[in-house]
């Protein structure tokens, strides 16, 4: 790589991320968080005048004004969903990146920086609210989910609509059956998937939700019984969390105080549970995982509502590939690679699997036939 294209790079980044950490403090509601965001958009304001001003002592001007489309994608999440929503994907990416300036030896000052942006970024992934008595050390966790990422669950959602419902249409039509059957065929496996999964979804929120009030419940009963050897858990806990012994004992006495407090503070610090969610709304995560998976398996059967035979099936496809595509374009967003080669592996991998389920309806309705 040359070295004006590594500068063009190091802009770019540096330019992407300043956006991406205004929005972020822009939207966020809580001011020791939005100071935070914009101390870290400041840092990368000032890497990127670095960058910018080397690139026009080196006589170019051609180089890059505003943020990716990665980014600007990032930016609208935030926007439409909150800072949440896309903050463990930033965390994720700022890891991965934590050390691309180690190699570049007039970057030094800089990849110190972004060590500590990494560092930053993944401990406000992990905590909501401002810093403080019982919330020591990461006690709370923000925005939690089932997967720990929003926005990789609802991808999940629509590619597993996409690449079920594809798959089972070109079986059906592999196997010769009319476009009115294959048709049928894609909507009752939208409706069956749909459902599937919304149970699914119910059932598993609902039994995390039960399972956490359970222990709750037996956390309760202890911290009533034997309140000294839960003070003595809470002092062990941060202990291993860095802090030193007499400070430690010193925090869990004065959290042991309130048994309101103490209760919600070893269940988030023991247990890993935070009260005030219990897993979350069952009824809505039944719904948002049955809009999701249908939203991915209407993909394949839309050309089959006015299409006849092989021109249905052909649009199918075509229709598939493209959502296949921008599946693997969103999924980019939190697995560090392009938009064309996600998109590309989505498509291949989804084509892949259609065209084998194709191969076996053709085996079998020759068999039937």
Same mark, same amino acid.
């Given at each position: 790589?040359?070295?004006?294209?590594?500068?063009?790079?190091?802009?770019?980044?540096?330019?992407? $991320?300043?956006?991406?950490?205004?929005?972020?403090?822009?939207?966020?509601?809580?001011?020791? &968080?939005?100071?935070?965001?914009?101390?870290?958009?400041?840092?990368?304001?000032?890497?990127?005048?670095?960058?910018?001003? &080397?690139?026009?002592?080196?006589?170019?001007?051609?180089?890059?004004?505003?943020?990716?489309?990665?980014?600007?994608?990032?930016? &609208?999440?935030?926007?439409?969903? $909150?800072?949440?929503?896309?903050?463990? *994907?930033?965390?994720?990416? =700022?890891?991965?990146?934590?050390?691309?300036?180690?190699?570049?030896?007039?970057?030094?000052?800089?990849?110190?920086?972004?060590?500590?942006?990494?560092? *930053?970024?993944?401990?406000?992934?992990?905590?909501?609210?401002?810093?403080?008595?019982?919330?020591?050390?990461?006690?709370? &966790?923000?925005?939690?989910?089932?997967?720990?990422?929003?926005?990789?669950?609802? *991808?999940?959602?629509?590619?597993?609509?996409?690449?079920?419902?594809?798959?089972?249409?070109?079986?059906?039509? $592999?196997?010769?059956?009319? /476009?009115?059957?294959?048709?049928?065929?894609?909507?009752?496996?939208?409706?069956?998937?749909?459902?599937?999964?919304?149970?699914? +979804?119910?059932? /598993?929120?609902?039994?995390?939700?039960?399972?956490?009030?359970?222990?709750?419940?037996?956390?309760?009963?202890?911290? %009533?019984?034997?309140?000294?050897?839960?003070?003595?858990?809470?002092?062990?806990?941060?202990?291993?969390?860095?802090?030193?012994? =007499?400070?430690?004992?010193?925090?869990?006495?004065?959290?042991?105080?309130?048994?309101?407090?103490?209760?919600?503070?070893?269940?988030? +610090?023991?247990?890993?549970?935070? @009260?005030? %969610?219990?897993?979350?709304?069952?009824?809505?995560?039944?719904?948002?995982?049955?809009?999701?998976?249908?939203?991915?398996?209407?993909? @394949?059967?839309?050309?089959?509502?006015?299409?006849?035979?092989?021109?249905?099936?052909?649009?199918?496809?075509?229709?598939?590939?493209?959502?296949?595509?921008? *599946?693997?374009?969103?999924?980019?967003?939190?697995?560090?690679? /392009?938009?064309?080669?996600?998109?590309?592996?989505?498509?291949?991998?989804?084509?892949?699997?259609?065209?084998?389920?194709?191969?076996?309806?053709?085996?079998?309705?020759?068999?039937?036939?």
């Amino acid at each position: 790589m040359s070295q004006i294209q590594r500068y063009r790079d190091n802009l770019q980044d540096e330019i992407d $991320g300043a956006a991406l950490y205004t929005a972020l403090s822009r939207h966020e509601r809580d001011e020791t &968080r939005q100071d935070l965001f914009l101390q870290l958009a400041q840092a990368e304001n000032e890497h990127a005048d670095v960058w910018r001003d &080397r690139l026009m002592a080196a006589g170019v001007s051609d180089f890059p004004l505003g943020p990716s489309l990665k980014t600007r994608l990032l930016i &609208r999440l935030v926007r439409y969903f $909150g800072p949440g929503f896309v903050l463990p *994907v930033v965390a994720a990416n =700022e890891f991965a990146d934590r050390n691309k300036y180690a190699g570049q030896s007039d970057a030094l000052r800089m990849s110190a920086d972004e060590h500590g942006h990494a560092a *930053v970024i993944r401990a406000a992934a992990g905590h909501g609210g401002p810093v403080g008595g019982a919330d020591i050390a990461g006690a709370e &966790r923000w925005h939690r989910g089932g997967s720990g990422n929003e926005l990789r669950a609802a *991808v999940l959602g629509v590619n597993d609509g996409l690449v079920s419902n594809f798959c089972l249409v070109m079986g059906v039509a $592999g196997a010769g059956a009319a /476009s009115a059957t294959v048709l049928l065929t894609g909507v009752a496996g939208l409706v069956a998937g749909a459902l599937s999964m919304a149970l699914g +979804e119910w059932l /598993s929120v609902t039994n995390a939700s039960e399972l956490a009030r359970t222990q709750i419940e037996k956390e309760a009963e202890e911290l %009533e019984q034997t309140p000294e050897a839960e003070k003595k858990e809470l002092a062990l806990i941060y202990q291993a969390k860095g802090i030193e012994r =007499e400070h430690a004992w010193e925090i869990a006495s004065k959290v042991m105080e309130n048994r309101e407090t103490a209760l919600d503070t070893l269940v988030r +610090e023991e247990l890993g549970i935070d @009260p005030s %969610e219990l897993g979350g709304n069952p009824w809505s995560a039944a719904g948002v995982s049955l809009l999701l998976f249908a939203l991915g398996a209407i993909f @394949p059967i839309f050309p089959f509502l006015w299409l006849d035979n092989s021109q249905a099936i052909v649009a199918s496809i075509v229709l598939s590939l493209i959502g296949l595509g921008a *599946v693997g374009m969103v999924t980019s967003l939190f697995n560090g690679r /392009s938009f064309g080669y996600s998109a590309i592996r989505q498509i291949v991998f989804g084509g892949v699997a259609a065209a084998i389920t194709f191969g076996v309806g053709i085996l079998f309705g020759a068999s039937v036939a």
